[in-house]
């Protein structure tokens, strides 16, 4: 049986311009998004920023109403039957908001146990087994504003968890966590799945849903470009090569040069703070290395590496086609 | 959610905003400062008047003025700060009616404002000579309390905009002073128009003034008491269903997050 259900879910928001000719806009967010979640599953929803994930988490968490469409958790219907979708559910976003950061972390624990009638007798023994699962015991009598980034997230997990949802909702949780802390949040979403708990996962950091989901869906502009398993994603680019380079000053022109080779599949080009990385994906056996090189011109060209194509490859290819059509 | 779980539910949201609101030593500060103010309007008014008997009386007033301000900008602000914070969302979220959300926050709001009238009447009592007597010091118990729900009540209406609008505060700065009128703080209602009485009698501030006054300085607070309650509940009631018709319309139009 499913537990998170889509079916065509649609959201567009209004906008205005001008002040004294105003003019309405509508965007459409989301486009018609379908999937289905099933028990004990860990589904990661992938995509760049804007693409839609967050309005389709907030669709299924009953803080939008879809435009368009319907979706279900645990059979229960999110625009008409709030409350029980919402008893059934814990919601963790990503950030360093959603807490009273004036307060303790015992204290905002406590205020939500009440909000979701965790009752007092269990209350502390809850709280206690949250605490320990997300590595904060000890620091509970702390003022949040004294927490690291990484804690705040973790300690939103915690709040996640009080009433042990079966159901869980994580909107970006690591971004902005350092690696350490990032890693410590993996391991805590990893043992949530293992208990048994249904997750949805929204992330742009593709080793980690490679690392944690059992499928991915990819969505761009408001749709689903491709859903599967990791394995099945990267199978779509098992038959090419990565050539991955480290440069300075590559410049668009030069992008649109290498898209031209021909066995050039995709061309990405990713600003670091250390300088820019330059991933040309190709048929496999093409041996393309200084035909790219010779294309950019000016540009300091740093390591240069071939590779296998990751999960991160899939996801370039499937945003890329999709884009284009 | 069982029955029992909803006063403590209530409870605790009453005492983590209180505490929360007591935390942030700037607004602290000014409740107990801005009532230097509050307290010399009082004192000047009635002794330009030639009504010294009266300082007390004009105290409460000006001291239920700050607890209105108070009441009315801590609620909006209130919603505010937990839109800014992200912490909206998440009440929303949670499954219990989100009146019973909203309902300790403004409580907590008018408890807060409950300084701003000790302030105003310690102030008024040390620079101004303000006589300090209570009457019926059980009846006073009683009437700080109702006072505090009629209030938390009316102000749980104010807020319930701020759950559809991310900018209300236009709203709340509006209706700051006509209420404070309307109430007779300062100025008796029978010194206005006529047609503001029927307003005055709507409007728990009104209600509350009266049973402090009449607890500290004398006379039959009960009725006022009950005045104060009787609204409160009537407030609920509204406030429950604009907050609900607010909600579905936040969750339509996007408006619950910052964007």
């Known amino acids: ?325 | 959610m069982s029955r029992a779980a909803v006063p403590r539910m209530l409870l605790r949201g009453w005492a983590i905003q209180v505490k929360d609101s007591s935390s942030f030593g700037f607004f602290i500060m000014s409740s107990l400062i801005e009532p230097v103010i509050f307290a010399a309007i009082a004192a000047y008014m009635f002794r330009a008047g030639n009504r010294p008997d009266a300082l007390l009386y004009a105290a409460i007033g000006a001291g239920m003025l700050g607890v209105w301000i108070v009441t009315l900008i801590g609620s909006g602000q209130a919603l505010t700060f937990l839109r800014h914070a992200g912490i909206l969302e998440l009440l929303i979220v949670a499954p219990v009616p989100f009146v019973l959300v909203l309902a300790p926050i403004t409580l907590a709001a008018a408890t807060v404002g409950m300084y701003s009238l000790a302030a105003t009447l310690v102030w008024g009592w040390l620079l101004f000579d303000v006589p300090l007597g209570v009457e019926h010091p059980w009846l006073l118990l009683a009437s700080v309390p109702a006072t505090v729900i009629g209030l938390g009540m009316l102000g749980m209406l104010m807020a319930s905009v701020f759950v559809l609008f991310r900018h209300a505060n236009a709203l709340t700065n509006m209706l700051g002073y006509p209420v404070w009128l309307a109430s007779g703080f300062l100025v008796p209602v029978s010194l206005l128009p006529d047609w503001v009485r029927p307003v005055s009698w709507l409007l728990p501030t009104t209600w509350g003034a009266e049973a402090i006054r009449t607890s500290m300085i004398g006379g039959h607070p009960l009725p006022a008491i009950g005045a104060c309650l009787g609204l409160a509940i009537g407030y609920f009631a509204l406030a429950a269903l604009t907050v609900r018709h607010f909600e579905r319309l936040a969750r339509q139009r996007a408006s619950l997050a910052l964007a």
């Open chain 1, 1 to 325: 049986m499913s537990v998170i259900e889509a079916d065509g879910l649609r959201r567009s928001y209004r906008t205005s311009t001008g002040v004294l000719r105003r003019r309405t806009h509508e965007i459409e967010a989301v486009r018609g998004v379908s999937f289905t979640i099933d028990k004990g599953e860990l589904f990661g929803l992938l995509g760049p920023n804007g693409a839609g994930k967050t309005t389709t988490i907030k669709m299924l968490t009953t803080l939008l109403l879809p435009t368009a469409g319907t979706g279900r958790v645990l059979g229960y219907d999110v625009a008409t039957e709030t409350a029980r979708v919402r008893a059934s559910i814990g919601y963790v976003f990503g950030g360093d908001r959603g807490l009273y950061e004036r307060l303790n972390a015992l204290d905002n624990l406590r205020y939500f146990a009440d909000l979701y009638a965790v009752e007092p007798r269990i209350q502390r023994k809850r709280i206690a087994e949250v605490l320990d699962i997300v590595g904060l015991s000890g620091r509970e009598r702390e003022r949040v504003e004294g927490y690291s980034r990484g804690m705040r997230q973790r300690l939103h997990i915690a709040r996640g968890l009080l009433h042990d949802p079966p159901v869980i909702f994580l909107d970006e949780p690591t971004i902005g966590v350092d690696p350490v802390g990032s890693r410590e949040l993996r391991t805590t979403i990893a043992a949530l799945s293992a208990a048994g708990k249904t997750i949805l996962l929204t992330t742009h950091y593709m080793f980690e849903a490679d690392a944690l989901c059992d499928r991915v869906g990819i969505i761009a502009k408001g749709q689903l470009l491709a859903q599967g398993s990791p394995a099945e994603l990267k199978a779509r680019v098992a038959d090419r090569t990565v050539v991955e380079i480290e440069a300075h000053a590559v410049t668009a022109d030069a992008v649109e040069k290498l898209r031209r080779i021909p066995g050039v599949v995709a061309v990405t080009l990713d600003e670091r703070d250390d300088g820019q990385l330059l991933r040309v994906q190709s048929a496999s056996g093409l041996e393309l290395t200084q035909t790219i090189l010779a294309r950019l011109g000016d540009a300091r060209v740093g390591r240069i590496a071939t590779r296998e194509p990751t999960l991160e490859d899939a996801y370039v290819d499937v945003v890329t086609q999709g884009t284009r059509s």
